[in-house]
């Protein structure tokens, strides 16, 4: 059976389980193919949970984030102050738009990063999102926004040639869409090492052209595909939690991210600084600039 085939298969029994996050409408403008509902964001789960919501915009996480996503702008070739400008491009014409979330184990804080970054690039810089469910051993983002399993990521892998907007669940308050894992995940490891890895992620990037498409990892300690994935990207953003990775587990971690590509930043995740509780500090570059940066390096002035 064909993925489109499948989709429709799928799609039709969900409508009979009466799950609405993944049921489709036929849509005029795209000649009747079928596309997944959008979706609600429920501020009120995610505030609970501890994440970024638009309510906040002075509490520490977002003014952390926003130093922090004000800095991968600036990597991505969008800098200045104030709303974000156009991509750049890389070679081959295409957009530097694609950015993994990764880190050295598990629970050191890559879903909340990816996930407190698109939703502050998508409030507050207007900067359309798309977030990738690329865990496929650990998927957690269709359970953060509370969408049921639906299309995502495998799926495409299988049908490189299927628009993405077929697989992605729309946010309806913000320019935000979510790619979940998809059918059978597990086969995601696998399908990332052949020609439809680089085709994928090629549509995707230029599918939002005009975002960026933020995509979270496994972690590169205990997954294959976390390395295959930071290949086929532009940014990967290396997640590390104070306090609790261990240098020599997250150097060597590094260390396979540098070789696979040069475009590492550092985010340290949950690190307390001068006594006070803070979420992210520390963004450093390795990769093109060759070495660290400096924490906090001019990130005041942006605000
Ligand atoms: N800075 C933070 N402040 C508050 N809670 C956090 C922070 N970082 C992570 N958490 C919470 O810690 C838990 C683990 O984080 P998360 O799921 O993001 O880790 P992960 O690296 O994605 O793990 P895995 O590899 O298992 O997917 C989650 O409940 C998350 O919400
Ligand atoms: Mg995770």
């Known amino acids: 059976m064909g993925v489109v085939e499948k989709a429709g298969g799928l799609f039709a029994a969900e409508l009979a389980a009466g799950r609405p996050a993944s049921v489709p409408r036929e849509d005029?403008?795209?000649?009747?193919?079928?596309?997944?509902?959008?979706?609600?964001?429920?501020?009120?789960?995610?505030?609970?949970q501890g994440f970024y919501t638009p309510e906040d915009r002075s509490s520490r996480l977002s003014l952390e984030l926003r130093a922090v996503k004000r800095r991968l702008l600036r990597?991505?070739?969008?800098?200045g102050a104030g709303r974000a400008?156009?991509?750049?491009?890389?070679?081959?014409?295409?957009?530097?738009?694609l950015v993994l979330v990764a880190s050295t184990r598990a629970g050191e804080g890559k879903t909340f990063c990816a996930a407190n970054l698109?939703?502050?690039?998508?409030?507050?810089?207007?900067?359309?999102?798309?977030?990738?469910?690329?865990?496929?051993?650990?998927?957690?983002?269709?359970?953060?926004?509370?969408?049921?399993?639906?299309?995502?990521?495998?799926?495409?892998?299988?049908?490189?040639?299927?628009?993405?907007d077929l697989v992605c669940?729309?946010?309806?308050?913000?320019?935000?869409?979510?790619?979940?894992?998809?059918?059978?995940a597990q086969e995601i490891a696998a399908l990332l090492e052949t020609p439809a890895g680089e085709q994928t992620f090629?549509?995707?990037?230029?599918?939002?052209?005009?975002?960026?498409?933020v995509i979270d990892a496994p972690p590169v300690l205990a997954a294959?595909?976390?390395?295959?994935?930071?290949?086929?990207?532009?940014?990967?953003?290396?997640?590390?939690?104070?306090?609790?990775?261990g240098a020599p587990a997250a150097g060597a971690a590094l260390d396979e991210l540098l070789d696979v590509n040069p475009n590492v930043s550092l985010l340290l995740n949950r690190c307390l600084i001068a006594g006070a509780a803070s979420y992210y500090e520390a963004y450093g570059d390795y990769g093109e600039a060759g070495q660290a940066a400096g924490a906090k390096e001019g990130e005041g002035s942006e605000r």
Do not use: C, H
Request: aromatic letters at 4%; zero cysteines.
């Open 28 to 48: 005029a403008d795209s000649g009747g193919g079928a596309r997944p509902e959008a979706f609600d964001l429920d501020f009120e789960a995610l505030a609970r």
């Open 75 to 79: 990597r991505l070739g969008r800098a």
């Open 85 to 97: 400008r156009g991509p750049a491009r890389r070679g081959g014409g295409r957009r530097r738009n």
């Open 118 to 164: 698109a939703l502050s690039l998508a409030f507050e810089e207007a900067v359309p999102v798309l977030l990738v469910d690329g865990d496929a051993p650990r998927p957690k983002l269709r359970g953060l926004f509370g969408l049921a399993p639906t299309l995502g990521l495998a799926d495409l892998l299988r049908a490189p040639t299927l628009e993405p």
């Open 169 to 184: 669940l729309k946010a309806r308050q913000a320019p935000l869409a979510l790619m979940p894992e998809g059918e059978d």
């Open 202 to 213: 090629a549509r995707l990037s230029a599918a939002y052209a005009a975002g960026i498409v």
């Open 224 to 245: 294959a595909e976390t390395l295959a994935l930071a290949r086929l990207v532009d940014e990967v953003v290396f997640v590390v939690e104070a306090d609790a990775t």
